[in-house]
Nanobody, 115 residues
Framework: QVQLVESGGGLVQPGGSLRLSCAASGSIFSINVMGWYRQAPGKERELVAV???????NYKDSVKGRFNISRDNAKKTVYLQMNSQKPEDTAVYYC?????????WGQGTQVTVSS
């Protein structure tokens, strides 16, 4: 059993920054892919950023240059630093990991960008 606990969401003004964290616990042997997805009201869940075990990253085009994903393998934690935020970044953000071929999801954390 694997659990993901997210933190760091909240309300931020346009141009501001937030940092999301997601800590994994439980029966974990090897985490290959860690990532963040988001889902805005009335829209499908979409990939924001992923980082694989070797450190390679991939980002949604609209967040490139503003968001940064990183991971701490010892802590089994993935982070998403979000800078220069825009109202269109408003969504519920979900952490996702792939551990030995199985996907696990966090409970989601709300990020609202508004003045």
């Amino acid at each position: 059993q694997v659990q993901l606990v997210e933190s760091g969401g909240g309300l931020v003004q346009p141009g501001g920054s937030l940092r999301l964290s997601c800590a994994a616990s439980g029966s974990i042997f090897s985490i290959n892919v860690m990532g963040w997805y988001r889902q805005a009201p009335g829209k499908e869940r979409e990939l924001v950023a992923v980082i694989i075990s070797g450190g390679h990253t991939n980002y949604k085009d609209s967040v490139k240059g503003r968001f940064n994903i990183s991971r701490d393998n010892a802590k089994k934690t993935v982070y998403l630093q979000m800078n220069s935020q825009k109202p269109e970044d408003t969504a519920v953000y979900y952490c996702n990991i792939n551990e030995r071929g199985t996907n696990y999801w966090g409970q989601g954390t709300q990020v609202t960008v508004s003045s």
